[in-house]
């Protein structure tokens, strides 16, 4: 088997690893550990895509089940690490893409236990059929067909929903980023669905709500203020992308200062004072700007900016529904940004 065959079947590992597990490393792990196992076989295998989707498969859902007690225990909304730019070959996959592939999809997911999964994804994204199912999970045909029925209705009253016209949800999110940076609480509001959600993962490791945002009025607020605690903008590179098919922005900046107590107690007092309405978003910007100067003047060593280490500050994406952004979603994680 050639190199090209190879990477080809490694990309597919990765697709159904990642849709497993959420997590680009670990999905990187998972597929090359079983191209890994792939290259060892002595005999022949008349499919092997199909072979690795097995292994793979397999692999995810023990890592799955010794993630399971790390995950619970997570600090903050999870989500999974996102995948930056258009991974299709072309427009016409980007709806399946953003589907299958979706930030929403994948939070779904987590609600279901891993053998739940598989099984939901080799069904519902790869086309398998329930006798193929039980070949890969090691399950009868009719416990694989009952955990796919079983999945189904688990995730069937929140099965993501997107506006197909592609052009009007990135023309949607230029705007809705372009009200944030003026601070057009209006027009931010105007933008977001009135039942709106924000999530923030930060894994208690930046500067990000430990808890999720409702509401249009309050995500509103929470944008304008954030624009102002930015850096000024020649030091940021912010760029629009796709995050796992849907629109998206990239910002790109000199490492933070560190995220400490302070800091977390002076964002979660800021909260609550933007909840009850005891502060506008300059006032809550202010508050946040502080406790991040004092982080950085803690700093043993003052590096150059010139010589900073530039890493990855956020992944911002929304899910638009009905012309308006239903749910924003901002992975601020180090750790799950260190691919990028």
């Given at each position: 088997?050639?190199?090209?065959?190879l990477?080809?079947?490694?990309?597919?590992g990765?697709?159904?690893a990642?849709?497993?597990?959420?997590?680009v490393?670990e999905?990187?792990?998972?597929?090359?550990?079983?191209?890994l196992?792939?290259?060892r076989?002595?005999?022949?295998?008349?499919e092997?895509?199909?072979w690795?989707?097995?292994?793979v498969?397999?692999?995810?859902?023990?890592?799955?089940?010794?993630?399971?007690?790390?995950?619970?225990?997570?600090?903050?909304?999870w989500?999974p690490?996102?995948?930056v730019?258009?991974?299709?070959?072309?427009?016409?996959?980007?709806a399946?893409?953003?589907?299958?592939?979706s930030?929403?999809?994948l939070?779904?997911?987590?609600?279901l236990?891993?053998?739940?999964?598989a099984?939901?994804?080799?069904?519902?994204?790869f086309?398998?059929?329930?006798?193929?199912?039980?070949?890969?999970?090691?399950?009868?045909?009719?416990?694989?067909?009952?955990?796919?029925?079983?999945?189904?209705?688990?995730?069937?009253?929140?099965?993501?929903?997107?506006?197909?016209?592609?052009?009007?949800r990135?023309a949607?999110?230029?705007?809705?980023?372009?009200?944030a940076?003026?601070?057009?609480?209006?027009?931010l509001e105007?933008l977001?669905?009135?039942?709106?959600?924000?999530?923030?993962?930060?894994?208690?490791k930046?500067?990000?709500?430990?808890?999720?945002?409702?509401?249009?009025?309050l995500?509103?607020r929470?944008?304008?203020?954030?624009?102002?605690?930015?850096?000024?903008?020649?030091?940021?590179?912010?760029?629009?992308?796709?995050?796992?098919?849907?629109?998206?922005?990239?910002?790109?900046?000199?490492?933070?200062?560190?995220y400490?107590?302070?800091?977390?107690?002076?964002?979660?007092?800021?909260?609550a004072?933007?909840?009850?309405?005891?502060?506008?978003a300059?006032?809550?910007?202010?508050?946040?700007?502080?406790?991040?100067?004092?982080a950085?003047?803690?700093?043993?060593r003052a590096?150059?900016a010139?010589?900073?280490?530039?890493?990855?500050?956020?992944v911002?994406?929304?899910?638009?529904?009905?012309?308006?952004?239903?749910?924003?979603?901002?992975?601020r994680?180090?750790?799950?940004?260190?691919?990028?």
């Amino acid at each position: 088997m050639g190199d090209r065959e190879l990477e080809a079947l490694r990309r597919h590992g990765f697709g159904v690893a990642y849709r497993m597990l959420g997590s680009v490393s670990e999905a990187e792990d998972v597929a090359q550990e079983a191209l890994l196992r792939l290259t060892r076989q002595e005999g022949p295998i008349d499919e092997p895509a199909a072979w690795i989707t097995t292994v793979v498969t397999r692999l995810s859902i023990n890592v799955l089940k010794s993630a399971r007690a790390r995950r619970e225990s997570y600090v903050g909304p999870w989500l999974p690490e996102p995948l930056v730019e258009d991974p299709a070959p072309g427009p016409a996959s980007r709806a399946e893409l953003a589907d299958s592939l979706s930030l929403a999809l994948l939070v779904l997911l987590e609600r279901l236990t891993p053998v739940e999964r598989a099984a939901y994804l080799l069904r519902e994204v790869f086309g398998y059929q329930y006798a193929e199912i039980a070949d890969v999970i090691e399950q009868t045909e009719v416990n694989s067909r009952q955990l796919v029925t079983r999945a189904r209705k688990h995730l069937e009253a929140n099965r993501p929903r997107f506006d197909a016209d592609e052009a009007a949800r990135d023309a949607l999110l230029e705007r809705f980023l372009a009200a944030a940076e003026e601070g057009d609480l209006e027009a931010l509001e105007e933008l977001l669905a009135k039942d709106a959600v924000l999530y923030a993962d930060s894994g208690g490791k930046a500067m990000a709500p430990p808890e999720p945002l409702f509401g249009a009025t309050l995500i509103a607020r929470f944008m304008a203020a954030v624009a102002r605690v930015r850096p000024p903008s020649g030091e940021l590179e912010s760029r629009r992308v796709r995050v796992n098919g849907q629109p998206g922005r990239l910002v790109r900046g000199p490492r933070e200062p560190r995220y400490g107590e302070a800091e977390r107690l002076a964002v979660e007092k800021g909260l609550a004072l933007l909840r009850s309405g005891d502060v506008d978003a300059k006032q809550l910007a202010a508050r946040v700007r502080g406790a991040r100067d004092a982080a950085g003047g803690r700093a043993t060593r003052a590096i150059p900016a010139q010589q900073a280490e530039v890493r990855v500050w956020s992944v911002l994406t929304v899910d638009v529904v009905e012309g308006r952004i239903q749910t924003v979603r901002i992975v601020r994680n180090p750790d799950k940004l260190a691919h990028l």
